[in-house]
């Protein structure tokens, strides 16, 4: 309970960084960092159904776990768009740019690809404990977030991605489906690529 907790809260932080700037790059990736120094030895801080994917596919997850990582940290982007719509109200980022929505699903794709690299590296047995583990993972994803903001709002992950659509189509506001393939599939295609790539180059 504990751990799938911590999933929670980090996800909602992240999510409330996203929302509440803007999906600043910096500031979404120092969240990240800190959030993940505050909460690793808990529960790994995945906050990140794509990175939690690839750690069961690495072996590091059990299906279950997985399965209750994934809803934890739906439910911690839902609480985080709750904080921003009763402090500010109004939609939260990212959205959906005018560019067609393949575009939007390979740069997701690309850009968690390189995020959950990252992460699996710092995961194996050569970095666990690297103190730098949680400002790397970071930058990463800053990093993704600039790279992708203008193509596909730059979500690099699933539950920040799907997390406001959920909490408006809940109070009415609709769902739009091309929103799911663009933060569901494109992240965790590119979670699953980057687990079978890490395995080969590693196992």
Request: glycine letters at 14%.
């Amino acid at each position: 309970m504990r751990r799938l907790l911590m999933e929670c809260i980090g996800t909602m932080f992240l999510m409330m960084a996203v929302a509440l700037t803007g999906n600043n790059a910096i500031a979404v990736g120092l969240m990240l960092a800190v959030m993940i120094y505050s909460g690793g030895h808990l529960s790994g801080a995945h906050f990140n159904p794509a990175v939690s994917l690839a750690a069961w596919m690495r072996g590091k997850l059990g299906v279950a776990d997985m399965v209750q990582y994934m809803v934890a940290q739906l439910v911690g982007a839902c609480l985080g768009w709750l904080v921003h719509s009763y402090l500010v109200g109004g939609s939260t980022a990212p959205m959906p740019t005018e560019h067609p929505l393949m575009h939007g699903m390979v740069a997701e794709a690309l850009l968690t690809f390189a995020l959950v690299t990252v992460v699996l590296n710092m995961m194996s047995s050569r970095s666990e404990g690297n103190p730098a583990g949680g400002l790397v993972t970071g930058l990463t994803l800053s990093a993704a977030v600039f790279a992708a903001g203008d193509v596909s709002g730059g979500a690099i992950n699933p539950a920040v991605g799907i997390g406001p659509q959920v909490m408006e189509a809940v109070t009415g506001g609709g769902f739009d489906a091309n929103t799911l393939a663009l933060y569901g599939v494109g992240p965790l295609v590119g979670g699953a690529v980057a687990a079978l790539l890490y395995k080969f180059l590693n196992d």
